[in-house]
């Protein structure tokens, strides 16, 4: 069954500034869906105003019914945010256990896993652990999954399994994901959204992202 | 009969079946003349803003299918303790400051009785709230990964806080007893 998740009507300002005013975002199941934007124009806060914790004006909507708090739901939408989220005394095989994963499978596909099962995620390396995250919110069961700046610390071998990963996971829920790798975003999502001075604008090919002045040839 | 909210949980994706989580619970505990089989579980045919006549839901919609009911209880108590869980992760990372400020507050009261029982009450009160601003200053970037369990801050802080000063009143109560 596919499924829908959309965004609109969220008005959000600090200090009297506007940060979002005019925003349509439209995730569906099965696509995944690129956000770009230049630094400090609301991709993060889109994101938590989405998932609920970010407290602002807005519609969201999942199949046509709106939901205030999504995160309440783990069911609905899960979201990696830019920072370490879990706690490092968890080990690897507890964090499997709470995100309902399968650790054979995931040593599998990043086999320098293998022998860490027991290990804190504390002692790993900022990118292994941003590579537990990352998977602990992509395969964990939900419809949407939103990534802030999913590819950060990692290298290219693990950008490009990551990538994998999502263009296959992609086939159970839908993604949302924002990140200043926007080679790597173009390169697997299948619609793109440019956010400018507070607004959505839906981009169709690289002169879009040109015109609307994130990004160069 | 109480409103269908955040208790039930939509127990089967794309599909619009709710369990009422309020009435597993109170299998577990099997209360008097409450019968397992029965409250086990509820289908409700819509979604939110109706009521939850648990009876009268379960012989309007009494799918007979046992296994399935198993499966799902099964289900439901797996997800209770995994949260159970989950809050105790939460708890354990100031757990050690929790007991030395409990053990300090059962100490004075060992030596000077009832006298100073608002001091030591109040004192367990201000040492949660000072919990609660380090906390939230120092570890809000954890929050993200209960709130992608499920559970909200304010769900873990209530379940802490009335677990952590119940065990206090109680620890008090005993020590009042042996003394």
Same mark, same amino acid.
């Given at each position: 069954?596919?499924?829908?998740?959309?965004? %609109?009507?969220?008005?959000?300002?600090?200090?009297?500034?506007?940060?979002?005013?005019?925003?349509?975002?439209?995730?569906? *199941?099965?696509?995944?869906?690129?956000?770009?934007? !230049?630094?400090?124009?609301?991709?993060?806060?889109?994101?938590?105003?989405i998932y609920g914790t970010l407290k602002a004006e807005k519609s969201v909507r999942i199949d046509k019914l709106a939901y205030y708090e999504a995160f309440k739901r783990p069911?609905?939408?899960?979201?990696?945010?830019?920072? +370490?989220?879990?706690? =490092?005394?968890? =080990?690897?095989? !507890?964090?499997? *256990?709470?995100?309902?994963?399968? /650790?054979?499978?995931?040593?599998?596909?990043f086999p320098e896993f293998a022998s860490k099962k027991n290990? =804190?995620?504390?002692?790993?390396?900022?990118?292994?652990? !941003?590579?537990? #995250?990352?998977?602990?919110?992509?395969?964990?069961?939900? /419809?949407?999954?939103?990534l802030d700046e999913p590819f950060t610390h990692l290298n290219p071998l693990q950008i490009q399994k990551v990538k994998e990963l999502l263009v296959e996971e992609k086939r +159970?829920?839908?993604?949302?994901? *924002?990140?200043? $790798?926007?080679? #790597?975003?173009?390169?697997?999502?299948?619609?793109? /959204?440019?956010?400018?001075?507070?607004?959505?604008?839906?981009?169709? =090919? $690289?002169? %879009?992202?040109?015109?609307?002045? /994130?990004a160069r040839r | 009969m109480h409103q269908i909210n955040d208790w039930h949980l939509n127990i089967v994706p794309g599909v619009q079946h709710l369990i009422c989580v309020r009435c597993v619970l109170m299998t577990w505990y099997k209360k008097p003349g409450f019968q397992a089989q029965e409250a086990s579980m509820h289908f409700h045919a819509s979604f939110l803003r109706q009521l939850c006549d648990c009876g009268k839901v379960y012989k309007n919609n009494n799918i007979g299918c046992s296994f399935i009911q198993v499966v799902m209880n099964i289900f439901s108590r797996m997800k209770f303790l995994k949260t159970i869980r989950i809050i105790g992760?939460?708890?354990?990372s100031f757990l050690l400051a929790s007991v030395l400020?409990?053990? @300090? @507050?059962?100490?004075?009261?060992?030596?000077?009785?009832f006298s100073i029982f608002a001091v030591i009450f109040w004192l367990k009160a201000a040492t949660l709230a000072v919990t609660f601003y380090?906390?939230?200053?120092?570890?809000?970037?954890?929050?993200y990964y209960y709130q992608n369990l499920g559970l909200s801050k304010a769900l873990l802080w209530g379940t802490i806080i009335a677990f952590d000063f119940s065990l206090f009143i109680l620890l008090i109560i005993q020590l009042y007893k042996f003394k």
């Open positions: 069954m596919n499924h829908t998740l959309e965004t %609109d009507g969220v008005q959000l300002e600090f200090d009297g500034r506007k940060i979002l005013s005019d925003v349509y975002v439209q995730c569906k *199941t099965g696509k995944i869906t690129g956000l770009l934007g !230049r630094n400090g124009t609301g991709k993060s806060c889109l994101m938590q105003i069911g609905l939408l899960l979201y990696l945010p830019q920072f +370490n989220f879990i706690p =490092s005394s968890l =080990s690897l095989k !507890r964090i499997c *256990t709470d995100f309902e994963i399968d /650790y054979i499978l995931f040593s599998k596909r290990t =804190s995620i504390g002692n790993f390396s900022g990118g292994e652990r !941003r590579l537990v #995250e990352l998977y602990a919110i992509v395969k964990a069961p939900s /419809y949407f999954a939103l +159970n829920k839908g993604i949302l994901l *924002t990140d200043h $790798m926007y080679r #790597e975003v173009i390169a697997i999502c299948d619609n793109l /959204y440019l956010l400018v001075n507070g607004k959505t604008h839906l981009a169709k =090919s $690289m002169s %879009d992202i040109e015109t609307l002045g /994130y | 992760t939460f708890y354990k400020v409990t053990a @300090c @507050c059962l100490g004075l009261f060992w030596q000077y009785g380090f906390i939230n200053k120092y570890k809000s970037k954890e929050y």
